[in-house]
Nanobody, 117 residues
Framework: QVHLVESGGGLVQAGGSLRLSCRAQ???????????MGWYRQAPGLQRELVAT???????NYVDSVKGRFTISRDNAKKTVYLTMNSLKPEDTGVYYC????????WGQGTQVTVSS
């Protein structure tokens, strides 16, 4: 079974940066490479929302609230997806998860991002 492992979260002041990683363990390359992968976040008391996606051909898409500040990327050789977050705001606080867009995999534990004002 595929296991998604997120890491890289932490506590940062507003305006700071973080780089999140998500490794798809036990996902075979021929399945990972063409998959559209996404980063999601769940703020306290709110539903999980999709914030960024990247296709197998590296086309990216972002929710308006993170455009210009977040960058999603992937390394197929490592079966890893990244989310580089700059100019962080307190409203970016939440647990960040990755998953395959469209055909959901078992959710990982996520990584906590806390942005202080």
């Amino acid at each position: 079974q595929v296991h998604l492992v997120e890491s890289g979260g932490g506590l940062v002041q507003a305006g700071g940066s973080l780089r999140l990683s998500c490794r798809a363990q036990r996902m075979i390359t021929s399945t990972f490479n063409p998959a559209t992968m996404g980063w999601y976040r769940q703020a306290p008391g709110l539903q999980r929302e999709l914030v960024a996606t990247i296709t197998g051909s590296h086309n990216t898409n972002y929710v308006d609230s993170v455009k210009g500040r977040f960058t999603i990327s992937r390394d197929n050789a490592k079966k890893t997806v990244y989310l580089t977050m700059n100019s962080l705001k307190p409203e970016d606080t939440g647990v960040y998860y990755c998953n395959r867009d469209g055909r959901e995999l078992p959710w990982g534990q996520g990584t906590q991002v806390t942005v202080s004002s």
